[in-house]
């Protein structure tokens, strides 16, 4: 950063007059402005402060409208976005997901994953994980870059049970499926790490080791992936406890949770990360906290778990004890991306202990990034990741009574004016300045419609 001869200093961006949602832990909210540098934030605070302090080459006056850090939704499948509206059809039809899935192509993925990237925006997210179900990588990957997104990818349905699963949860499977996915152990292995390769400092898009889950891996495996991420300093993370049958399952024939026999094989830790646990015992809960490993939570798969006996989430009583957890839509059957945050309010109240909206919305930036290893995220602070979300001023929800309320969990898609992304401006004005809204929506109908004919 330079400083001019009236002993100000340049920065890329300015955003002035806004109400700033930091969403740092003590839920700091504060009238002022922000200033940018190379993708960080520089600066924070009273407008005359950081007017007298700084020269922009751009800034954008917030006009009183809320500031937010931009959200991560941290378990989106990503190539089946498209597929929300089509899953009736297929039960309709007497076919599974898994016909859906055996029939994507790299063109479906491109189109899913540019219309998930379009609704993402709109929702003021400006990242997603997805855990290891895009067959081309690299095609979700340059569809995210383009777009000016971040993006945490893995490698493609790393399994070597998956046989097992398919026989449990029929449900995800049919058509062929299964024919995608590794045939054996070592095929399984010559997957993992495969998307590392991405973990650049300034990258918009990155690897981490992934796992499909649910019982899916041989403990040999899941021991080689695990290796693998701690010698590179990432995330392993796989389904498990999607349904508490199979978890329980598991418990009785083993005498040990999943969570217990991986603690005993000394492969529990900081690295490690579990997406669904709709089942978490109290003694799984310690395992947890003590190992520092993290939880993904998928309110709407937690509700369709409470419908069914013996669920025990217990997501927000994990975060209070100092467990990462973020949030994910999974695939956004139910309703749109901009209800994560209601759901999650409604599926821990279904559980009797509701999460608050404060924990709601650190769970949307900070906690989501760190399911994936990623840190300075989730927060307007200096230093961190210039990733924010500009409301519209006359957004309904904000009214100034409960700002992680309004923003966390009542914020709308139409109230997203501007979203901002390594400091560059994606979305302006309620359209995306990278791609076409419409294009994205028009390629994504041809997809659908050719899965469904070609389902039959």
Known sequence: MTSQADGADECDLVITGALIVTADEAGTVLPGSVAVQDGRIADLGPDGTIAARYRAGRAIRADGAVLHPGFVDAHMHINQYAAR?????????????????????TADEVASARLAVLDLLRSGHTGFVDPGTVYEPDAVAETASQAGVRAWLTDPYVADRGHDLAASHPELFGGGFLRRWPRTTDEAMARVGGQLFRNREDGLVQGFVGLYGEASDSPELYRYAAEVARDNGVTVQEHLGYTQSRYIAEDKRYGRTPVQRLADA???????????????????????????????????????????????????????????????????????????????????????????????????????????????????????????????????????????????????????????????????????????????????????????????
């Open 266 to 456: 000394g492969l529990l830790g900081e690295h490690t990360s579990f997406v669904h646990m709709n089942r978490v015992t109290a003694a799984d809960a310690d395992l947890l906290v003590r190992a520092g490993a993290s939880l993904v939570w998928c309110p709407y798969g937690q509700m369709q778990a409470l419908s069914r006996p013996d669920a025990e989430p217990r997501m927000p009583e994990l975060w209070r004890r100092g467990t990462p957890v973020g949030i994910g839509s999974d695939i956004a059957r139910a309703g749109g991306l901009d209800a994560l945050g209601t759901l999650a309010v409604s599926a821990s109240t279904m559980a009797g202990d509701a999460v608050r909206p404060a924990e709601v919305l650190r769970m949307r930036g900070a906690g989501a990034a760190r399911t994936v290893g990623a840190r300075g995220l989730g927060e307007i602070r200096p230093g961190h990741r210039a990733d924010l979300v500009l409301r519209w001023p006359a957004a309904s929800e904000a009214l100034g009574a409960d700002a992680a309320l309004e923003t966390g969990v009542l914020g709308a898609c139409g109230s997203v004016r501007t979203v901002i992304v390594d400091g560059a401006v994606v979305f302006e004005d309620g359209r995306p300045t990278r791609f076409d809204a419409a294009d994205a929506v028009r390629h994504a109908r041809a997809s659908v419609r050719r899965l469904l004919e070609s389902i039959g």
């Open 85 to 105: 509206s089509a899953l009736p059809a297929l039960e309709r039809a007497g076919k599974t997901m898994g016909h859906w899935k055996a029939r994507i192509t």
